[in-house]
């Protein structure tokens, strides 16, 4: 039961992550078919989870776990191609510190963290009082994790893995911090890592469906502390990726924001 959930959940991560970076690499003339596509995608993604909330098997979770992959994957294009991001769309203001960067960082980014908080209460709605919680726990996950991360890069890190984040997203690298560690690294650190303990322990203690979704958010959550880790080690994760990006280097100016 341990292996295979764990493995379903690293190749989920690894495809949708490098189909995001594939897609949002090619011309910005294809950006609007594709994301259009790609939302065709979720809302069929949306049917399946509200097909599979009553099916409380293994691959009822398998099913919804992979959903909420596509759906997130479709937010993530939106954000990483242009589409929903936030008012602001301009450098940090010269200047700019506490308060006010913190204001200015949050009006670049927040009609997408809007989007993402509102989807998350929507699946929890949709799947409400049924067996399935896979989709929306997922989802919800993917969502703290890349929170978390926005948190650590703004008040800063020590590596930004910036070599394949799009050119028209740059302005926002200049709201990002660089340092060795911030206070938040470690409780964001040791909460990731506690989620990864208390979802192994409760699959040993439970059986079928629920089971797998548990291993599931094991695989998902683990694969959210390493990122963690490559923000402060000397390691450059983004460039696991630049196989699948099809961008001129010109068009390679900072971290992608893709799965976490």
């Known amino acids: 039961m341990t292996f295979p959930p764990l493995l379903f959940a690293l190749l989920m991560w690894f495809v949708g992550t490098a189909a995001v970076v594939w897609l949002d690499s090619r011309p910005r003339a294809t ?3 594709s994301f259009r596509l790609a939302g065709v995608a979720a809302l069929a993604a949306t049917g399946a989870i ?3 909330a009553r099916d409380a098997s293994a691959s009822g979770a398998y099913i919804g776990f992979a959903a909420a992959i596509v759906i997130w994957g479709w937010h993530e294009m939106g954000f990483l191609m242009g589409f929903v991001a936030g008012p602001r769309r301009t450098p940090c203001p010269a200047g700019a510190t506490g308060m006010a960067r913190f204001r200015a960082a949050t009006e670049t980014v927040i009609h997408h963290e809007v989007a993402l908080a509102a989807t998350a209460i929507a699946l929890f709605v ?17 969502f703290a994790l890349r ?4 948190i650590n890069l703004f008040l800063g890190v020590a590596n930004l893995s910036d070599e394949i984040f799009p050119a028209h997203l740059a302005y926002l690298k200049t709201y990002f911090g660089t340092r060795p560690i911030n206070a938040w690294y470690p409780v964001s650190l040791a909460l990731g890592v506690a989620q990864v303990i208390w979802a192994w322990n409760f699959a ?10 548990a291993m599931l958010l094991v695989g998902l959550g683990a ?10 080690l000397p390691l450059r994760d983004g460039k696991m990726w630049v196989w699948a990006s099809a961008a001129k280097p010109k068009n390679k100016a900072v971290r992608t924001a893709t799965l976490d």
């Not at 694969?223 to 402060?232: A, N, R």
């Open 31 to 33: 950006f609007r078919t």
């Open 50 to 52: 509200w097909w599979v």
């Open 126 to 142: 949709l799947c409400w009082g049924q067996p399935n919680q896979a989709a929306p726990l997922t989802f919800a996950l993917l």
């Open 147 to 150: 929170l978390s991360a926005k």
């Open 204 to 213: 040993q203690g439970s059986g079928g469906g629920a089971a797998i979704t």
């Open 223 to 232: 694969l959210g502390v390493v990122e963690h880790l490559f923000l402060v």
